[in-house]
């Protein structure tokens, strides 16, 4: 089966810009999630998704951070604007089972505001 | 919510050795340990988990163990090898059922 696909894989955009990252889960995982891991410190949790309904958003940073998820599949996270402290790793990951094993993981964006 | 310490942030073996990385958490009720490894450009991928209901979990060269008395749980790695270089990042899930990582570790197998 196809993995959680994320893209694009790397963004360097300018302080006051606006980049919307993109995530697609496994097909028929309800479950989507986001993170981001700034460089040397944890993985930390964004938000989740259950379907289209934001389950736990208390990771958001700030309200230029939006997560949508139109008709419970892909997912975009958007930063509007982006500040100098928002670089880090963004990665999305997926389970179909809340309580199941743990997230399949896609491969990061990598986010550079300079 | 859950929090989550992991040490040690970097750690460099000789190939064969051991290696262990060790992680504690805040929440008692947290009831699921799981363990993932990040090679350069992927994500980072489950390699071993394990429940509160038992203490040890071993996949070959790789071990897990649990002590939620001292909320405190670990991975072994034992003869390790090249391929073994990589980020490890320990987790817990707490009541909430909210997934809550470490800050992760470089580990180094020397050749």
């Known amino acids: 089966e196809a993995g959680v696909t994320q893209f694009p894989s790397h963004s360097v955009i300018e302080k006051g810009q606006t980049v919307t990252l993109r995530c697609d889960p496994i097909?028929?995982?309800?479950?989507l999630y986001w993170y981001r891991r700034v460089m040397g410190k944890e993985i930390k949790f964004l938000l989740h998704f259950v379907k289209e309904s934001k389950q736990d958003e208390s990771g958001m940073p700030n309200n230029r951070f939006l997560a949508e998820r139109t008709g419970g599949t892909y997912s975009t996270l958007k930063v509007q604007p982006a500040e100098l402290e928002d670089s880090g790793v963004y990665f999305c990951a997926s389970s179909q089972s809340r309580n199941g094993r743990g997230y399949t993981f896609g491969s990061g964006t990598r986010l550079t505001v300079v | 919510g859950e929090n989550v310490e992991q040490h040690p942030s970097t750690l460099s073996v000789q190939e064969g050795d051991s290696a262990v990385i060790k992680c504690t958490y805040s929440d008692s009720a947290s009831n699921y340990f799981p363990w993932y490894k990040q090679e350069l450009g992927k994500g980072p991928q489950l390699i071993i988990d394990i429940r509160s209901n038992v203490g040890e979990k071993k996949d070959q060269r790789i071990a897990v163990t649990l002590n939620k008395t001292a909320k405190h749980f670990s991975l072994h790695i034992t003869e390790t090898q090249p391929e073994d270089s990589a980020v490890y990042f320990c987790a817990a899930r707490g009541s909430r059922d909210d997934m809550r990582f470490g800050a992760g570790t470089r580990l180094t197998v020397k050749p």
């Open positions: 097909s028929g995982h309800d479950n």
